[in-house]
């Protein structure tokens, strides 16, 4: 079984910041992707960044130059720092995840943490 906790969500001011983690536990042999996605109110499921075990990172259009993603390898731990933040950026994020694990290849996802953007 393998679990995402994610932590950092909250409520912040129009161009501050916020730093999101997400910690994976569990059987794990190895994790390949791991990324951010995240839901605004009536909106589709969208990516935010996403980066490699080999550290390559890839990022939405919306979010280059305010977002940076991070991992790291040994702890099974991702985070995402939020600078300049927006209204629009006010959605549920997500942490996923590209685990090997005792059952095989699987793709898993945290419970989401909320960030609220207010004018």
């Known amino acids: 079984q393998v679990q995402l906790a994610e932590s950092g969500g909250g409520l912040v001011q129009v161009g501050g910041s916020l730093r999101l983690s997400c910690a994976a536990s569990g059987s794990i042999f190895s994790i390949n992707a791991m990324g951010w996605y995240r839901q605004g109110a009536g909106k589709q499921r969208e990516l935010v960044a996403d980066i490699t075990s080999g550290g390559r990172t890839k990022y939405a259009d919306y979010v280059k130059g305010r977002f940076t993603i991070s991992r790291d390898n040994a702890k099974n731990t991702v985070s995402l720092q939020m600078n300049s933040l927006q209204p629009e950026d006010t959605a549920v994020y997500y942490c996923?995840?590209?685990?090997?694990?005792?059952?095989?290849?699987?793709?898993?996802r945290g419970q989401g943490t909320q960030v609220t953007v207010s004018s």
């Open positions: 996923n995840a590209v685990v090997y694990s005792g059952p095989g290849r699987g793709n898993y």
